[in-house]
């Protein structure tokens, strides 16, 4: 299957005609073709997305909305089929994406589609001086989305839905690993009427591709999701243009759990929150931290529960973790299980790849457990994004908050109590953009997603990405 370039409503070659391959990682196998942009092929998408903006700017936010609820509605129609899609692209199992990625992206449209509807701008009265303020909130114009791999469909209509719903033209770049259903989003916004050239979708490699979409003088914001050193990269190609950035980076994240947390929702949660989508979300708990009076328990219930967990083919129903994204990837997430043996971290549970029947080239492996000794190491240190959490117990609240906070990343934190004075102390102090409290991953769209420290600047979600997708402008009017 070779995919194309989506420029200006058209599918197109990409314009020197060169293709790299595309993996379906769950049998190691290359499936497909996709186009190898270059510099020429993001100029194409400019200039349509240029052309397209004076009229999608100015077309009601009534008939923006309508547009984008029906993406939203032809998204679920085609749930099974785009289901499938990332499956075989990105090897996570076909219940999360049936479950989780495809109903997500659809909601991201009907959410977008929605609040632009009941986006407000404000007024400041000047008392005493007679002038009266109001601020307007113009879309800025030709705007860049650049997205990971991991949750492929998802991440990517996260930005473009408030990007088009707030009046921009994007241009837009799925990672290079999992390309398909962008691809396939493509298809669904010209059935939805998208007009020609509002989404501009170039395929390519990040260094190329994606650092030319960065790089475009005329390109006036960039929205990325990706690791931390990409990030840092963009922020120092972007800053000198003075373009506006949002970048949503890496996590390591803390699981912190006390012993008067409800214990058999605390264990089925922190199965998933470790070893969802094959660890490869940015908001697992990949450092457990445990009340020593609780830990021996823990460490065997826990053990019990992960060694249970099937490693299969992704199209299997009864399939909890899938193959792993890319060979490389796979490569990089066991040389982490290396270096804990180095490092004195002990295995309890995993650690090896599996080689699964009928699929022998995928790219799998086990969920690994890892006792440590010391946050300070590697393991704890560096983000590793994939089935691997290291335990390790803390006797109070103040050791326990001091690991949580002491590394570069503060995407999210999970805080497993009951008991309230402790969850209002520790919510304060948590060093992330999030805190969850004896649950995980409940996202409401209202609220603002993001991380401090390493994970990133700025927040997506609800109006934040609203704001951000938006220029304000103060009239000031004497009267
Ligand atoms: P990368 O940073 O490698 O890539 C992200 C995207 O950026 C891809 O589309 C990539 O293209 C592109 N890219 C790479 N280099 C450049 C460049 N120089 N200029 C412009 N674009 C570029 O991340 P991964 O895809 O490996 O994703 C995993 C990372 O994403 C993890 O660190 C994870 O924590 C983070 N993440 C963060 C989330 C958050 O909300 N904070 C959510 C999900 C993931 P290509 O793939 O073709 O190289």
Request: one cysteine or more; aromatic letters at 10%.
């Amino acid at each position: 299957m070779t995919i194309k370039n989506y420029i200006n409503g058209e599918f197109i070659d990409p314009v020197d005609g060169n293709y790299i391959d595309n993996f379906n990682p769950s049998i190691g196998e290359v499936y497909g073709q996709i186009p190898n942009s270059s510099i020429e092929d993001v100029e194409l998408a400019y200039k349509a997305a240029k052309e397209a903006f004076p009229i999608w700017s100015k077309t009601t936010l009534e008939e923006r909305s309508r547009i984008l609820l029906k993406v939203a509605d032809l998204i679920t129609d085609k749930l099974d089929f785009l289901a499938e899609a990332e499956t075989k692209d990105n090897g996570k199992p076909l219940s999360l994406a049936k479950t989780i990625d495809i109903p997500r992206a659809s909601s991201n449209f009907r959410f977008f589609a929605n609040a632009i509807t009941q986006f407000p701008s404000e007024a400041h009265e000047s008392v005493g001086l007679n002038a009266m303020n109001f601020t307007l909130r113009h879309p800025i114009g030709v705007v860049g989305c650049i997205s990971p791999w991991n949750l492929p469909l998802y991440l990517f209509t996260w930005k473009i839905a408030p990007a088009i719903a707030a009046g921009n033209c994007v241009v837009a770049k799925p990672s290079e690993v999992t390309p398909m259903t962008a691809y396939l989003l493509g298809e669904i916004c010209n059935e939805a009427g998208l007009p020609k050239g509002v989404l501009n979708i170039v395929h390519g490699l990040g260094q190329t591709t994606g650092q030319a979409i960065v790089e475009h003088q005329s390109i006036k914001a960039i929205s990325f999701t990706g690791g931390t050193a990409t990030g840092a990269h963009i922020a120092r190609t972007a800053a000198p243009m003075f373009k506006k950035l949002s970048l949503e980076l890496g996590g390591k994240n803390p699981n912190i759990i006390f012993s008067d947390a409800d214990y058999d929702e605390m264990l089925a949660t922190t199965v998933k929150s470790s070893f969802a989508n094959q660890g490869q979300i940015c908001l697992c708990g990949s450092r457990i931290f445990v009340e020593e009076t609780i830990y021996e328990k823990f460490k065997k219930d826990f053990v019990n529960k992960v060694s249970k967990l099937k490693v299969g083919n992704p199209f299997d129903a009864d399939t909890n973790l899938g193959a792993l994204v890319s060979k490389p990837h796979l490569e990089k997430v066991k040389s982490y299980i290396d270096i804990a043996e180095k490092e004195g971290g002990k295995i309890l549970f995993g650690g090896k790849k599996v080689t699964v029947l009928g699929s022998e080239n995928g790219y799998y492996l086990q969920p690994t457990v890892i006792e440590i000794q010391d946050n300070s190491c590697k393991l704890n240190q560096e983000e590793i994004f994939g089935p691997v959490v290291t335990i390790m117990p803390f006797k109070t609240e103040e050791e326990v908050l001091e690991y949580a906070n002491d590394v570069s990343y503060g995407l999210s934190a999970t805080l497993w109590t009951n008991n309230l004075n402790r969850t209002m102390r520790m919510t304060q102090e948590l060093q992330a953009g999030i805190v969850w409290v004896n649950t995980w991953l409940l996202r409401d769209l209202r609220t603002p997603f993001g991380g401090v420290k390493a994970s990133g600047v700025g927040r997506e979600g609800g109006f934040e990405a609203l704001r951000f997708f938006t220029e304000p402008k103060n009239i000031c009017i004497k009267y």
